[in-house]
């Protein structure tokens, strides 16, 4: 179900091809750090794209929205925490002093903890925690657009999770894909690669 997260991020780059960051989000925190493997910078016959690798790791409290009826007759979940591992390969080209636009896979490893009230009744019931893991596999895509310092991004991530937990001893099919869009400002404090 959808629900707006806002993010304020900050990235440091800690040598020439090695930089992390941590972000606030009105739901948690997310530290990142990222290591560029190809650059096209200064060759004489750049590739077509940079390659970077990262690792992503994000801890969010929040209330569900939406619930699928199946479960709300039979579970009231009173908190929910998840703590996400992320590792993303991503390409990305340069767009002169205009921008730059990046896609690629990624791997993310959910650790799923939650307290929630087994109904016996609407007013009878059993309180529970529980914890589960489940595993996506997905993407992004997205494109910072702007002049020289100051850009507008757009991305797109869709992530395929698979989750099976055992709910009042019977295993559910939780399965499925998000879409998480993302709109936000890049302020960069240095001169953009050509």
């Given at each position: 179900s959808?629900?707006?997260?806002?993010?304020l991020g900050l990235r440091y780059?800690?040598?020439?091809?090695?930089?992390?960051?941590?972000?606030?989000t009105s739901s948690g925190f997310r530290f990142e750090t990222k290591v560029q493997?190809?650059?096209?910078?200064?060759?004489?016959?750049?590739?077509?794209f940079d390659v970077s690798i990262g690792l992503q790791a994000m801890r969010q409290t929040f209330k569900i929205p939406?619930?699928?009826s199946v479960i709300k007759s039979v579970l009231d979940i009173k908190d929910f925490e998840r703590t996400d591992l992320i590792v993303p390969l991503l390409c990305s080209r340069p767009l002169g002093n205009f921008g730059y636009v990046y896609g690629g896979p990624r791997v993310v490893y959910t650790f799923l903890q939650a307290e929630f009230l087994e109904k016996v009744t609407d007013a009878v019931g059993q309180r529970t925690t529980t914890a589960e893991n489940m595993l996506g596999l997905g993407g992004s895509l997205g494109a910072a657009l702007g002049y020289k310092?100051?850009?507008?991004?757009?991305?797109l991530n869709v992530v395929h999770f698979t989750f099976t937990p055992t709910l009042?001893?019977?295993?559910?099919?939780?399965?499925?894909t998000d879409y998480y869009p993302a709109l936000?400002?890049?302020?960069?404090?240095?001169?953009?690669a050509k």
């Open positions: 959808p629900m707006p997260i806002t993010e780059g800690i040598r020439q091809h090695w930089d992390a960051g941590l972000s606030y493997l190809v650059d096209r910078v200064g060759r004489a016959a750049p590739p077509p939406l619930i699928p310092y100051v850009f507008v991004a757009l991305e009042l001893g019977t295993e559910v099919d939780l399965s499925g936000g400002f890049v302020i960069a404090f240095h001169e953009p």
